[in-house]
């Protein structure tokens, strides 16, 4: 099934220019093309349309995948009484000791917080079985660091969720979306522009695609 995912302002990266009110024509795992709306819908009326508010990008890859996911353990929503609802790292975690399996429930809640993030994939290697488990689950893609990187990615400071904390949207964007070529991948933000998503962050995400499946839906 044909869809088109529309949105006020789609920036499919490399370079090429922004698209006001356009779309991406989603072909099951492909991106079909990319354009403006009227124009896509035009030419293929029988595409479902899903229509976003804001700005539609090729998503980002988090360089602290490893640290947030192997080095940092996200509650369950049941522990908040007793753990909190932040990561725990340093002392908090050493006192905790994930078991294997522990560590895995942890990185699937990591996982659907970085899916909520706009985050479509994340810088490796991870080494925990349970962790690598999760992330293939949930459709994230791993990244080799930089050289030299010593298998941290280039993860500087502490590891938060939001991609862009301290970052610019160009220096952790994904591959760009190219008619055609590799996957439908992208995440759509509330917000007008790449301007006003450096200022507000990631967390300003409203749905995120991976492969033409939506993972991630505000609510």
């Known amino acids: 099934m044909l ?8 920036v499919p990266g490399g370079g090429r220019p922004a698209v006001p ?29 899903r229509r976003w508010p804001g700005l539609l990008t090729p998503g980002f890859v988090h360089p602290c995948g490893a640290a947030l996911l192997e080095r940092a353990y996200h509650p369950d929503p049941r522990e908040a009484d007793e753990l909190g609802t932040a990561p725990l790292t340093g002392d908090a975690l050493a006192a905790l000791a994930p078991t294997e399996a522990r560590w895995g429930a ?12 706009g985050v479509v994939a994340v810088t490796g290697p991870l080494r925990r079985p ?5 992330v293939r689950r949930a ?17 500087a400071g502490p590891a938060v969720l939001d991609p862009l904390a301290g970052r610019s ?20 933000f509330d917000v007008p522009d790449e301007a006003a998503l450096a200022v507000r962050g990631a967390g300003t995400c409203v749905a995120t695609v991976l492969a033409g499946r939506l993972v ?3 609510r």
């Not at 660091?145 to 010593?150: F, I, N, R, Y």
Request: glycine share 14%; charged share 15%.
């Open 106 to 117: 942890s990185a699937r809640r990591g996982a659907q917080r970085l899916l909520a993030h």
């Open 3 to 10: 869809t088109l995912h529309a949105a006020d302002l789609v």
């Open 21 to 49: 009110d356009g779309a991406v024509l989603v072909d099951g795992r492909v991106p079909a093309a990319v354009g403006p709306y009227a124009t896509l819908a035009a030419a293929h009326p029988a595409a479902r349309t």
């Open 169 to 188: 949207p160009a220096a952790v964007a994904a591959p760009p979306l190219v008619a055609g070529q590799g996957t439908a991948t992208f995440a759509v």
């Open 130 to 134: 349970a962790v690598v488990d999760a």
């Open 139 to 155: 459709g994230l893609g791993v990244l080799p660091g930089p050289a030299g990187s010593g298998g941290t990615g280039d993860c």
């Open 216 to 218: 991630h839906r505000r």
